[in-house]
């Protein structure tokens, strides 16, 4: 039966159809459907329960989270359920596994770089999990630095078969997911070495562990490598460290789409691009900003119920005292963050055309657009996930002393996230990329090549270092055309000006090098443009549901205006606005605060996560924080005596001491 909905005085504020908005944050109609039947299919399935996993020890952890995912297949097998469908039950499950590696990136890693006989081969067994597959690229001296891996895959032309090995210490394969304990196969990134000679890294399908008794095959050392950060969070998944002494594998388990072995150990390079090695990354990176959108928007959703039900201050004449979602400043920490999540949401959503544009394109031999989405993907994944990080910390602190507690679900949700930074390429590495391709497109210029897709803009920048912002009122601001000029013209400056400082030195890497974390700016002024960009892209779309397009104009000029002032020096010191301008952009934030204010809470509701998904007392759906949290707390272990393990020996005598020293 359901309770009373604390929050429901919240809900009748509401201006816009929260039904129709559902249907836009989850991309679709069908999305929707299929993503609430399965988060409820989770939710209401005892054996997916997640109340005090945060207190298990690492093997009891892990052992659920086996049990877990051994019951998430069968359901799967028994409600004969649709690839599709079944990512979203796993996503619901809300465990990292090694089932995300296997799906995630040994699968893909298969479809991309597999000839169309090894995906034969090997997709089946790996479709019916006959065998469980993870992805072995980083070792224990380089993670960044691909080209650096120290494996070695040498071609044994009397045997037709590759010997992979471990070299070094250093070589050991350090941190894959579900290769500690579980997987029985793994894409191995080694250097490939043929009649003597070395031919980069490239991967390789090895068997790992016996498929009758799991044990190891003999040659193989492996492992987990120990606790990571937080309670159950990463811990669930089983990161790994894997030695090879001189494992021998058919040459048919080299991928070869990329560059092929001969029998006689001759390399004959296809017509695909040799970063298609890579293109494993590309993919996963576009999956993980959909997926900072999600995390985000637990975050807020927790810290935007609470605020509304938490009071402190403000009471007159023994009335109710106020919300804190009321005060100014709770709102300006809050709101950019709601704003985000939207504009994550809607970059993911097209990250995601762009990749599949990518696949249909390098499909027919077209790979101009290559250097365009490996761009793409890595500034937005860095973007969005250091912005996703940092937020869910906010968010903690939005919630007051309440949010540091478990029972909040935020310090496992950030323990869980702030990997993401680190994890398929970290994020400043991969704005060294953007800044490249910058540079780059900009060094191009004075050549007469256009820019396309999402450098377009660089292609105006003779008019764009030249443009005055034309805002004269805080109306103005809420102009597209305007605050897109306002973003264009400060990534362009900012380009043309690292660019000439570039051009100083006579060795550009020495150049790239020392003016690297002023390159880094650069790349984030370009990404954070491109999410302007495809939020006002959106907008432009004919959004149906009464009022929900004006919500997402609010929000989309929250996340922009918000970027002006949090990075005014950028915009200030290149020329874009006047400091009169920024302080009208000013006066216009505050004013779309106040506007989402009686919407905060449906906003949030249109996110439609279940009670379960969130796993936050604090994040309730009915708002009703406080019984709850006292009832949580008593059930922490420490409460199941009156009198705690440890008084006789500890304090009994330590209380004792005192007394006779008391007496003396
Ligand atoms: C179902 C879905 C669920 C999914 C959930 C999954 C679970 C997730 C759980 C978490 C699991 C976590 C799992 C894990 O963590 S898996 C391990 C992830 N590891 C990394 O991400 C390593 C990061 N390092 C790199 O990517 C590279 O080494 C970089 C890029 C840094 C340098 O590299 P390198 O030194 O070799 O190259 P270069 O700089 O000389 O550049 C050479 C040229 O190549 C171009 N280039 C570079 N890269 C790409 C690219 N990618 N596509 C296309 N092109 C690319 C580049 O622009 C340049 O072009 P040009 O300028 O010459 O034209
Ligand atoms: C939870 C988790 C799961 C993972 N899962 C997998 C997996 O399944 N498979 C797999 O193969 N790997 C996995 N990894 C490894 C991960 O991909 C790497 O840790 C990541 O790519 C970062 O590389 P690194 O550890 O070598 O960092 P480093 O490169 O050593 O970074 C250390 C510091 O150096 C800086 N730095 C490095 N290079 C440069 C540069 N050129 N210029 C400026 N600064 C630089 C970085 O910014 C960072 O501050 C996982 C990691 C984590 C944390």
């Known amino acids: 039966m359901k309770g009373v909905d604390h929050l429901a005085h919240e809900r009748n504020k509401t201006e816009f159809d929260v039904d129709a908005m559902k249907i836009v944050w989850a991309g679709s109609r069908h999305a929707f459907e299929l993503s609430d039947r399965m988060a409820r299919l989770v939710a209401s399935d005892p054996a997916f329960q997640k109340d005090g996993r945060i207190r298990l020890g690492r093997k009891e952890l892990f052992k659920n989270t086996l049990r877990k995912a051994a019951h998430a297949w069968k359901r799967i097998l028994e409600l004969h359920l649709t690839e599709e469908e079944a990512g979203w039950l796993r996503n619901f499950v809300d465990e990292p596994s090694f089932t995300d590696l296997h799906w995630g990136m040994f699968v893909p890693a298969i479809k991309g770089q597999g000839t169309d006989e090894q995906q034969q081969k090997w997709l089946p067994l790996a479709y019916k999990m006959q065998i469980i597959g993870s992805y072995a690229q ?8 691909v080209q650096g891996l120290e494996t070695t895959a040498t071609f044994d032309p009397e045997t037709d078969e590759f010997v992979i090995h471990s070299p070094t210490l250093t070589s050991s394969k350090w941190w894959p997911g579900g290769l500690g304990k579980v997987s029985t196969h793994a894409i191995v990134y080694a250097r490939l070495i043929t009649n003597g000679q070395e031919h980069g890294v490239h991967g390789f399908i090895v068997q790992l562990r016996s498929l009758d008794d799991h044990m190891p ?24 460290v894997l030695t090879f002494d001189h494992i021998r594998i058919p040459r048919n388990q080299m991928l070869m789409r990329v560059l092929q072995v001969t029998r006689e150990g001759k390399c004959v390079k296809s017509n695909v691009p040799r970063q298609l090695i890579y293109g494993t990354m590309v993919f996963v990176r576009q999956t993980i900003v959909a997926d900072a959108s999600t995390a985000l928007a637990r975050a807020v959703c ?16 023994g009335g109710m005292e106020t919300q804190v979602i009321d005060y ?3 709102q300006s920490r809050l709101f950019p963050l709601l704003a985000s999540a939207y504009a994550f949401r809607f970059v993911g959503e097209w990250l995601k055309w762009l990749y599949t544009d990518v696949t249909q394109r390098l499909q027919a031999n077209d790979f101009s657009i290559l250097p365009e989405a490996h761009a793409c993907t890595a500034g937005l994944k860095s973007l969005t996930t250091t912005a996703t990080a940092d937020a869910i910390e906010e968010c903690r602190k939005l919630c007051g002393g309440h949010g540091y507690l478990c029972a909040s679900g935020l310090p496992e949700l950030f323990a869980v996230y702030v990997p993401a ?3 398929e390429g970290d994020n400043v590495v991969l704005l060294l990329q953007v800044a490249r391709f910058l540079m780059k497109t900009v060094s191009q210029l004075g050549s007469g090549k256009k820019p396309v897709g999402t450098t377009a803009y660089l292609g105006r920048v003779q008019d764009l270092l030249q443009c005055c912002c034309d805002v004269q009122t805080a109306e103005d601001w809420l102009k597209p055309s305007v605050v897109l000029e306002a973003f264009e013209a400060r990534s362009a400056r900012m380009c043309v000006a690292r660019a000439q400082n570039l051009s100083k030195f006579e060795n550009p890497e020495d150049g790239f090098a020392e003016l ?22 959106k907008l432009q779309q004919d959004i149906p549901g009464k009022g929900v397009n004006r919500q997402l104009q609010n929000l989309c000029y929250i996340y922009a205006l918000n970027l002006l002032h949090k990075y005014l020096g950028d915009f200030l010191s290149t020329g874009c606005i006047t400091p009169k301008q920024a302080s009208l952009a000013n006066d216009q934030l505050r004013s779309l605060y106040s506007q989402i ?11 439609n996560y279940t009670d379960h998904y969130l796993g936050s007392v604090l994040g309730r759906y009915d ?13 922490d272990p420490l409460n199941d005596s009156v009198v705690p393990d440890g008084y006789h020996e500890y304090i009994h005598p330590m209380l004792k001491q005192q007394l006779r020293n008391a007496r003396l």
């Open 138 to 145: 980083t070792e224990l001296g380089h993670g960044s630095n």
């Open 217 to 240: 095959i003999p040659g193989i050392t492996i492992g987990d490598i120990g606790m990571k950060f937080g309670n159950g969070a990463y811990n669930t998944m089983d990161n790994g």
């Open 302 to 317: 927790i810290a935007t119920r609470y605020s509304a039900v938490r009071r402190q201050f403000g009471s007159q004449d």
């Open 328 to 330: 100014k400043t709770q």
């Open 421 to 423: 930074c680190t994890y």
């Open 516 to 537: 690297s974390a002023d390159l880094v700016e650069a790349s984030v002024a370009h990404c954070q443009l491109i999410v302007v960009s495809k939020f006002i892209d």
């Open 597 to 607: 204010r009686p919407n905060a809470i449906a906003l949030v509701d249109a996110f």
């Open 623 to 635: 708002g009703n924080v406080y019984p709850k949290l006292y009832e949580e707390a008593w059930k």
